[in-house]
């Protein structure tokens, strides 16, 4: 372990419950059964991560199920193509609301960004932060940088900034890129200190968290919740759990 620690240029030593503290366990396959929705909230509430996120049907169970734990609930908005009229985005953070919802992850309006349409994005953005700030939601807004590059990443970034957004994140997980060091970074450095980022797409494994950790973000979205903690508490025990250095 110690020569793989050198190799990979760690950095400062971090306990399991920080890497836990970064999670937000998807639970948004469209096949998901009832049966796997439980087995992923006792998940969660096991490992003590930050939040689950569900599809809109299954908000009031995850609520249901994760009332004696501090995992919050999210769920999604115009997911997985953010196509739907703002009003439409609006109506699914609001009753994704009244269900219980803390987070909602909403999908950026892809094809006016590529249009240069950036008042409808920035509209579209601050109808649905309006909406949820009033009670106190989150909002995470997913630009799904596969589709872009880098100057319509970081035009993206500006416009979420303006719109008021709590994070941006990379991508949805349902296109044909996820989460990418690069992104991630170009994303930390156009955003202020207001904005936080998300990773998501693609992280599977403990070093990836925390290279993408080292890049700018400060959460991560993964269904590989299980092995990602199994080695934090590994790492931890041995006292090899840190930082890495890129």
């Given at each position: 372990?110690?020569?793989?620690?050198?190799?990979?240029?760690?950095?400062?030593?971090?306990?399991?419950?920080?890497?836990?503290?970064?999670?937000?366990?998807?639970?948004?396959?469209?096949?998901?059964?009832?049966?796997?929705?439980?087995e992923?909230?006792?998940?969660?509430k096991?490992?003590?991560?930050?939040?689950?996120?569900?599809?809109?049907?299954?908000?009031?169970?995850?609520?249901?199920?994760?009332?004696?734990?501090?995992?919050?609930?999210?769920?999604?908005?115009?997911?997985?193509?953010?196509?739907?009229?703002?009003?439409?985005?609006?109506?699914?953070?609001?009753?994704?609301?009244?269900?219980?919802?803390?987070?909602?992850?909403?999908?950026?309006?892809?094809?006016?960004?590529?249009?240069?349409?950036?008042?409808?994005?920035?509209?579209?953005?601050?109808?649905?932060?309006?909406?949820?700030?009033?009670?106190?939601?989150?909002?995470?807004?997913?630009?799904?940088?596969?589709?872009?590059?880098?100057d319509?990443?970081?035009?993206?970034?500006?416009?979420?900034?303006?719109?008021?957004?709590?994070?941006?994140?990379?991508?949805?997980?349902?296109?044909?890129?996820?989460?990418?060091?690069?992104?991630?970074?170009?994303?930390?450095?156009?955003?202020s200190?207001?904005?936080?980022?998300?990773?998501?797409?693609?992280?599977?494994?403990?070093?990836?968290?925390?290279?993408?950790?080292?890049?700018?973000?400060?959460?991560?979205?993964t269904?590989?919740?299980?092995?990602?903690?199994?080695?934090?508490?590994?790492?931890?025990?041995?006292?090899?759990?840190?930082?890495?250095?890129?």
């Amino acid at each position: 372990m110690d020569e793989q620690n050198r190799n990979l240029g760690f950095t400062n030593t971090l306990a399991a419950k920080d890497v836990a503290a970064m999670i937000d366990h998807s639970l948004l396959r469209p096949d998901i059964t009832l049966d796997e929705l439980v087995e992923g909230f006792r998940m969660a509430k096991r490992y003590q991560v930050a939040t689950c996120c569900v599809r809109p049907y299954d908000v009031k169970i995850a609520k249901r199920e994760l009332a004696d734990s501090n995992v919050r609930v999210s769920t999604v908005i115009a997911f997985p193509h953010g196509s739907s009229t703002t009003e439409a985005k609006v109506f699914e953070a609001v009753n994704a609301m009244d269900a219980g919802v803390a987070d909602l992850d909403m999908v950026l309006a892809i094809g006016k960004l590529r249009s240069r349409d950036h008042d409808y994005v920035r509209n579209d953005i601050r109808a649905v932060v309006d909406a949820a700030h009033a009670r106190s939601a989150i909002v995470k807004v997913i630009l799904e940088c596969c589709y872009l590059t880098d100057d319509e990443i970081a035009e993206a970034c500006r416009v979420c900034e303006k719109a008021g957004a709590d994070y941006v994140k990379t991508s949805t997980g349902y296109s044909h890129g996820g989460a990418t060091l690069e992104d991630v970074a170009l994303m930390r450095s156009i955003c202020s200190s207001k904005v936080s980022v998300k990773a998501a797409g693609g992280i599977r494994t403990l070093d990836a968290t925390l290279r993408l950790r080292t890049a700018g973000a400060k959460m991560i979205g993964t269904r590989s919740t299980k092995a990602i903690m199994e080695d934090a508490f590994k790492r931890e025990k041995e006292g090899a759990l840190k930082e890495i250095a890129l």
